[in-house]
């Protein structure tokens, strides 16, 4: 498979690539194979979640209510320190 990058993103590879003695090649290997670890997780967290949600196990709130919420949350936590 072949990519092609962005210049500026090639270059900030081959300096990540230097900096760590390692070929660009490689490093470029290890944070794909990272950066679709990461995915799998959230898609599987996001199906779950959905999953909860659909089956009515979890309540889904407001997006004001939600933001509210943590305000009040945040306050209180400034209130005790």
């Given at each position: 498979m072949e990519v092609h990058f962005k210049p500026e993103t090639e270059a900030r590879?081959?300096?990540l690539a230097v900096l760590s003695g390692r070929a660009p090649d490689d490093l470029i290997e290890e944070?794909?194979?990272?950066y679709l670890v990461?995915?799998?997780?959230?898609?599987?967290?996001l199906d779950s979640r959905y999953d909860d949600i659909k089956s009515g196990r979890v309540k889904p709130i407001d997006g004001d209510e939600a933001m509210a919420l943590m305000r009040r949350k945040s306050e209180a936590r400034r209130a005790k320190g």
């Open positions: 590879f081959q300096e944070v794909v194979a990272a990461i995915l799998a997780e959230t898609r599987e967290t």
